[in-house]
């Protein structure tokens, strides 16, 4: 099984601010990654597959990088929307999503 | 719209058996990739089960024996019969369409709680 690991576990940042999530596979995926935004009592939202394409409908302030075993979210200027947990899936044998990353106001 | 709605989450006691249904609009299940994940308290997501367009059904180790897959297609309903329940498998059991190949989970459900517990 791929184990996803995420960092950090709680990220403190300002509005406006930039945030930088980390999701780390314990062997390669290659560009088989998703990232998902979900805020308490709904569903979780896709917002980047393929490492790096983001989602119809989500911001632009929204981007992923990486490939092989270590990934990014990058959110660029901080929305009130945008606090939520982030988590990380992998698809390249079969699906394993990382512990999520809680993105809270500063 | 793509719409996917869960029910038949409740309390129910080790050993016991639960239905889920999730009733999708906007949308064939039967040509689609459909998946049921879950999420256990204070935990992060896990993958339960895959039910290809083509019928093949597929299970994570821990619900494998236990948990069954299924559609109606008359209904255009996702199904997943548990049965011997653990404490271990109260979670919110959320339905999901995957993308065309089978890779992401694309739309969500918004879920229904299943607690196991005497």
């Known amino acids: 099984e791929i184990v996803m690991t995420q960092s950090p576990a709680t990220l403190s940042v300002s509005p406006g601010e930039r945030a930088t999530l980390s999701c780390r596979a314990s062997q390669s995926v290659s560009s088989k990654l998703a990232w998902y935004q979900q805020k308490p009592g709904q569903a979780p939202r896709l917002l980047i597959y393929g490492a790096s394409t983001r989602a119809t409908g989500i911001p632009a302030r929204f981007s992923g990088s990486g490939s092989g075993t270590e990934f990014t979210l990058t959110i660029s200027s901080l929305q009130s929307e945008d606090f939520a947990v982030y988590s990380c899936q992998q698809y390249n044998n079969w699906y394993t999503f990382g512990q999520g990353t809680k993105l809270e106001i500063k | ?118």
């Open chain 2, 1 to 118: 719209e793509v719409q996917l709605v869960e029910t038949g989450g409740g309390l129910i006691q080790p050993g016991g058996s639960l239905r889920l249904s999730c009733t999708a609009s906007g949308f064939t299940v039967s040509s689609n990739y459909m998946s049921w994940v879950r999420q256990a308290p204070g935990k992060g997501l896990e993958w339960v089960s895959l039910l290809y367009s083509g019928g093949s059904t597929y299970y994570t180790d821990s619900v494998k024996g236990r948990f069954t897959i299924s559609r109606d297609n008359s209904k255009n309903t996702l199904y997943l019969q548990m049965n011997s329940l653990r404490a271990e498998d109260t979670a919110v059991y959320f339905c999901a369409r995957l993308n065309h190949e089978g890779d992401y989970f694309a739309y969500w459900g918004q879920g229904t709680l299943v607690t196991v517990s005497s």
